[in-house]
Each structure stands twice: as C-alpha cells, then as structure tokens.
T-cell receptor
Framework: GAGVSQSPSNKVTEKGKDVELRCDPI?????LYWYRQSLGQGLEFLIY????????KSGLPSDRFSAERTGGSVSTLTIQRTQQEDSAVYLC??????????????FGPGTRLTVL | AQTVTQSQPEMSVQEAETVTLSCTYD???????LFWYKQPPSRQMILVIR??????QNATENRFSVNFQKAAKSFSLKISDSQLGDAAMYFC????????????FGQGTRLTINP
C-alpha cells in the first residue's frame, strides 16, 4: 500500500516568510510524528499526535513552530517568520499505534526547507 | 534524558564482506526499544531491525543482525555479505516503552561499500 507522503519535496523561502509542510500518513495509522534533520543538530523530535489525545509538543524549538492534524489523518507543520536556522529536512512518520509491537514508525521522504 | 551515541561517523567495507556498526545509549529505564534505520540518498528512513529490551535473544533480519548487550547499553549492527545497495547513513535509535513515544537518534554512521 501507499507509504507516508510529504509535500512539497523541496521548499525555498525568504527569511521572515511563513511556510506550511504537509504530511499524509499511512491510512489507518493513528500516531503521527514530525522530526527535523539538520547538519548541526542531527535528527530531533518535534511533535507527536496520537488519536484524539492532546499532542506532545515538547520538541518544538520555538513558538514560531506549530502543527495540527485534521480529522486524525493529514498533518500540517507551520513555521512562521522563518529564520535561516530553520533550514533542514523535515521528516514525518506514522505508526499504526503508539505502543506495542505495532508501533514501528514509518517515515516519509521528507521536505527539504531552505531559508535564504 | 536518554542519549544515543554512534562513535563511527564513517565506515567502509568491501562488497561481500562483513561490517559492524557501533551504538551505545544511556538510559535509566528497564523497558525500551532499540532500532537501526537506514537512510539512503533518497532521504527516506527505512527500518532495518528492531530489538525489544526485554528479549535476550538478538534480533536478526536476513543479512542484518544485532548484538544487544543490555548491561553494557550497547546495540551494534552487523551486516553480512555487504551489497552495494547497503550504502547509506545508518542511524541507531531508542524509544521508551512507556510515556514519550518519540525516537531518540544517534548522530549516524555513513557506510560506504567498495566494489
């Protein structure tokens, strides 16, 4: 079946602009995760959604970052007033459930964000 | 907080040979999961192998196997009969069995396969 998809694949923006990154998880997966991969910081967790529970936002680096998940499926990560240090690959992952044997996270191809 | 360390930024191996990638982690938890992910140039992270901490038996997936040493907090990946398609970044990752569901990643090891 279809895997996790992300759009756009690449995004170039100017400093100070807002950007939206989209993630379509695997159908039926209840858990969705966002990670950021940058040269300086490696792979770091941003936010996690599980069903209708309140999201775990503990990894968001600043209040310029926000994310929502509509209808328990598609998620959008929004970065306001982008800065050059936001340049990174943003990875989305989903899992069938959040714990137990079926909790393997499957990743999308990522969105490469470049802030000029 | 949990940390994961991969001490080998780069490794190389001859095609058909065996290579071992190292990973150590730090945690005070007794129940957790460990993973090896592969990231080829396409950027997509692919799960290679998974180990539950409560299992003493080392996980194996075809040419990939792990050496899980819980007391030493070590989790190495062995790739046998290396193939050109194995060339990629390899990331070791930790996940708690309770509470936070996020993956904590190591810095990665870039594996090159020499023909």
């Amino acid at each position: 079946g279809a895997g996790v998809s992300q759009s756009p694949s690449n995004k170039v923006t100017e400093k100070g602009k807002d950007v939206e990154l989209r993630c379509d998880p695997i159908s039926g997966h209840t858990a969705l995760y966002w990670y950021r991969q940058s040269l300086g910081q490696g792979l770091e967790f941003l936010i996690y959604f599980q069903g209708n529970s309140a999201p775990d936002k503990s990894g968001l680096p600043s209040d310029r970052f926000s994310a929502e998940r509509t209808g328990g499926s598609v998620s959008t990560l929004t970065i306001q007033r982008t800065q050059q240090e936001d340049s990174a690959v943003y990875l989305c992952a989903s899992s069938l459930v959040a714990s137990g044997v079926s909790d393997t996270q499957y990743f999308g191809p990522g969105t490469r964000l470049t802030v000029l | 907080a949990q940390t994961v360390t991969q001490s080998q930024p780069e490794m190389s191996v001859q095609e058909a040979e065996t290579v071992t990638l190292s990973c150590t982690y730090d945690t005070s938890e007794s129940d957790y999961y460990l993973f090896w992910y592969k990231q080829p140039p396409s950027r997509q992270m692919i799960l290679v192998i998974r180990q539950e901490a409560y299992k003493q038996q080392n996980a194996t997936e075809n040419r990939f196997s792990v050496n899980f040493q819980k007391a030493a907090k070590s989790f190495s990946l062995k790739i046998s009969d290396s193939q050109l398609g194995d060339a990629a970044m390899y990331f070791c990752a930790y996940r708690s069995a309770q509470g936070a569901q996020k993956l904590v990643f190591g810095q990665g090891t870039r594996l090159t396969i020499n023909p």
